[in-house]
């Protein structure tokens, strides 16, 4: 049987890093299985550049580029790690070098977006801006989605936030195109998140709502209760982190006694600072309404 090949571009832009190390974490299936085995019988991800794990360097890696385009279009997946860098024409982040001459992360993103099949926003700093977006984003640091509006781009768009992003929301999204194509409108939220993983407030699972509902809060970091009174996101925050957990379902961030900080929000950094302090700005039960501001 022919093995259908789906060809992914995989760019960091203005980011740490952490996402793809989130990604080569992934445990079921492993990153081993999801770049050399058929992720499904007859289907592979074809990882064609990804800087942090590809072998080549320089112009060979640069070719790998302008070839996807020219001779795939609208047949790959582009993946955005990290904010995109727009102040000085984008001169503040760059991929590498064409013809010798350099090339922006802006530039990089937009011209591979407008050809891709479907883009995926991975991570909040590339879904929302994140923390390269923060005030006073001196390097005028944008989400991907506002780069494409601003560039006239309608290439469908998938956000996969996170700071990191669970390994498998993103492989869980990718599996999803291999299956069924792309998502349709009722299958993401008004922030292009899939509602498969995006779908209910961390508070609406969390294992201490029942400390929550009975008003026994957390004074300090270690005590037994709610953390809300500690800086907790959970009431305001999407994800299903409760559920899923980190590490291969070892922990997550409050199972280790440690408020959520609201990462996957389009408001990270900014609205969901400073991190330990009680949230004010809404009362619950709508205090979902914080991070209406934010879009």
Same mark, same amino acid.
């Given at each position: ?80 790690? @990290?904010?995109? /860098?727009? $102040?000085?024409?984008?001169?503040? !982040?760059? *991929?590498?070098? %064409?013809?010798?001459? #350099? ?25 929302? @801006?994140?923390? /390269?977006? $923060?005030?006073?984003?001196?390097? !005028?640091? *944008?989400?991907? %989605?506002?780069?494409? #509006? ?42 292009l998140r899939p509602r498969a993983f995006y779908g209910q407030l961390i508070h609406e699972n969390c294992p201490r709502r029942a400390y ?84």
């Amino acid at each position: 049987m022919a093995v259908q090949e789906y060809p992914v571009v995989w760019l960091q832009c203005a980011a740490c890093s952490g996402c793809v190390v989130s990604v080569l974490n992934a445990v079921s299936p492993s990153i081993t299985h999801v770049l050399l085995d058929e992720l499904f019988p007859g289907k592979h991800v074809n990882f064609r550049f990804q800087s942090t794990v590809m072998a080549a360097a320089g112009e060979l890696a640069m070719e790998v580029l302008t070839d996807t385009m020219e001779q795939l279009p609208n047949a790959y997946v582009l993946v955005v790690e @990290g904010a995109v /860098p727009t $102040a000085a024409n984008g001169v503040y !982040g760059l *991929v590498g070098e %064409r013809a010798g001459e #350099a090339l922006s992360m802006w530039e990089s993103v937009c011209a591979l977006g407008r050809e891709a099949l479907a883009t995926i926003a991975l991570g909040t700093c590339a879904a929302f @801006g994140g923390i /390269p977006a $923060a005030k006073p984003n001196p390097t !005028g640091c *944008v989400s991907v %989605r506002d780069a494409f #509006a601003a560039a006239g781009i309608d290439t469908p768009l998938i956000n996969v936030p996170g700071c990191p992003p669970h390994p498998e929301w993103f492989i869980g999204t990718v599996a999803e195109i291999m299956l069924h194509g792309l998502p349709n409108a009722d299958a993401l939220d008004e922030h292009l998140r899939p509602r498969a993983f995006y779908g209910q407030l961390i508070h609406e699972n969390c294992p201490r709502r029942a400390y929550f509902d009975e008003g026994k809060f957390a004074k300090k970091l270690g005590d037994e209760g709610c953390l809300y009174e500690l800086g907790c996101k959970g009431p305001i925050t999407h994800a299903d982190c409760p559920l899923r957990l980190w590490n291969g379902g070892v922990n997550w961030v409050i199972g280790n006694n440690a408020p959520c900080n609201g990462c996957v929000e389009p408001g990270f950094p900014d609205i969901a600072s400073p991190f330990y302090a009680k949230l004010t700005d809404v009362a619950i039960p709508k205090i979902g309404e914080c991070w209406a501001k934010a879009t």
